[in-house]
T-cell receptor, first 112, second 113 residues
Framework: AQSVTQLGSHVSVSEGALVLLRCNYS??????LFWYVQYPNQGLQLLLK??????LVKGINGFEAEFKKSETSFHLTKPSAHMSDAAEYFC??????????FGTGTSLTVIP | EAGVAQSPRYKIIEKRQSVAFWCNPI?????LYWYQQILGQGPKLLIQ????????DSQLPKDRFSAERLKGVDSTLKIQPAKLEDSAVYLC???????????FGNGTRLTVT
């Protein structure tokens, strides 16, 4: 079975500071991993995905994530936070193509 | 390309009433998902369709929830009768094929009073 744990339901950073959102997964087979962002009153939007190949994945809006198999992690980072990054972020895992398992989400607040 | 369309955006009903949500996926996407997102939680899969067949409905409360995708394109999710705990955002998503990213609609926010 697959599962996702997002450490920290709320993260606050200052504008211009590093953003680090943590995601650990549990999977019996090599996973496919995703990060989604959700703005208020909207659906989820894909930020980036890892399937195979390079373990450092670059996504939209300057975000990137690194797949670390030894740590079963897929943390999301952005070097410099912008006010527009304030949103809810979800990590998700799938390995069969049948089910996407989502974490409970991390709410990012950016302080001016 | 046009995104996933959902309607209505908002719905308020009293408990024990019925409600239906509609979803039109991205053209060509064979897989369609319905998720329930309770405030402060991640999306929880209710049902997954591959074309017009059900792949997974293990978490669908079948005594009150039903869903169909008769022609393998758009889909309807129904709740009858609704309970207070059904208050949530119902998200529809579609994907092109297995392991492709999900594309989400904007959801329907249901309030049961």
């Amino acid at each position: 079975a697959q599962s996702v744990t997002q450490l920290g339901s709320h993260v606050s950073v200052s504008e211009g500071a590093l953003v680090l959102l943590r995601c650990n997964y549990s999977s019996s087979v090599p996973p496919y991993l995703f990060w989604y962002v959700q703005y208020p009153n909207q659906g989820l939007q894909l930020l980036l995905k890892y399937t195979t190949g390079a373990t450092l994945v670059k996504g939209i809006n300057g975000f990137e994530a690194e797949f670390k198999k030894s740590e079963t992690s897929f943390h999301l980072t952005k070097p410099s936070a912008h006010m527009s990054d304030a949103a809810e972020y979800f990590c998700a895992v799938t390995n069969t193509g049948n089910q996407f398992y989502f974490g409970t989400g991390t709410s990012l607040t950016v302080i001016p | 390309e046009a995104g996933v369309a959902q309607s209505p955006r908002y719905k308020i009903i009293e408990k024990r009433q019925s409600v239906a949500f509609w979803c039109n996926p991205i053209s060509g996407h064979a897989t369609l998902y319905w998720y329930q997102q309770i405030l402060g939680q991640g999306p929880k899969l209710l049902i997954q369709f591959q074309n017009n067949g059900v792949v997974d409905d293990s978490q669908l409360p079948k005594d009150r929830f039903s869903a169909e995708r008769l022609k393998g394109v758009d889909s309807t999710l129904k709740i009858q009768p609704a309970k207070l705990e059904d208050s949530a955002v119902y998200l529809c998503a579609s994907s092109y094929n297995a392991n492709s990213p999900l594309h989400f609609g904007n959801g329907t926010r249901l309030t049961v009073t």
